[in-house]
């Protein structure tokens, strides 16, 4: 069965500068990779995903995640943090036919931002 | 194309009543998956249905908890006799045919609470 962990429950960082969010999976197979994040009181909002090929994927409001397979590791990457990036970030793990418990959660990382 | 719409936003029950929650999936969904997350953690599938289906309830508590997604109208996820511990938030995906679930869109959530 596969597992997320993101290592930091909480981070800060301020506006403007770098950001990096770990998560690291254990899977037996190729895994379908995915970031989402969820705004305090709204739904989770989809990032990005990794299936196959390029190992570094573009996502929407400027969010990249690389795909390492020898590390286990698809860290997610922003060169410029926003205030609105502020939120909960989940990583999951999913398979190709994906459904149900295959689709597996991370604990999430809260990202504050400081002014 | 409306998003995945969830009725109530909030719930509050006393213990033993019952929650209903509703799921509407986006135009063109046939599958639907609820999923549970309680506070400061991540996303625990519950159940994965399809039109008058239900494909895999394993992460569903045995008891008081059941779902279905009738030929018309909204999924909907029934708790029964509600007890302290169902308090979380209730989150609803959908996903088109053919895409074996990698592409699921989430809904804004039900926040239920126990009183």
């Known amino acids: 069965a596969q597992s997320v962990t993101q290592p930091d429950i909480h981070i800060t960082v301020s506006e403007g500068a770098s950001l990096e969010l770990r998560c690291n999976y254990s899977?037996?197979?190729?895994?379908?990779l995915f970031w989402y994040v969820q705004s305090p009181g709204q739904g989770l909002q989809l990032l990005l995903k990794?299936?196959?090929?390029?190992?570094l994927v573009q996502g929407i409001k400027g969010f990249e995640a690389e795909f390492k397979r020898s590390q286990s590791s698809f860290n997610l990457r922003k060169p410029s943090v926003h205030w609105s990036d502020a939120a909960e970030y989940f990583c999951a793990v999913g398979a190709r036919d994906n459904y149900g418990q295959n689709f597996v959660f991370g604990p999430g990382t809260r990202l504050s931002v400081l002014p | 194309n409306a998003g995945v719409m969830q009725n109530p936003r909030h719930l509050v029950r006393r213990r033993g009543q019952e929650a209903r929650l509703r799921c509407s999936p986006m135009k063109g969904h046939s599958h639907v998956y609820w999923y549970r997350q309680l506070p400061e953690e991540g996303l625990k599938f519950m159940v994965y249905l399809q039109k008058e289906n239900i494909i895999d309830e394993s992460g569903m508590p045995k008891e008081r908890f059941s779902a279905e997604f009738p030929k018309e109208g909204p999924s909907i996820l029934r708790i029964q006799q509600v007890v302290r511990g169902d308090s979380a938030a209730y989150f609803c995906a959908s996903s088109p045919p053919g895409t074996g679930g990698n592409e699921q869109y989430f809904g804004p959530g039900t926040r239920l609470t126990v009183t």
């Open positions: 899977y037996g197979a190729t895994p379908y």
């Open positions: 990794y299936f196959s090929g390029d190992t």
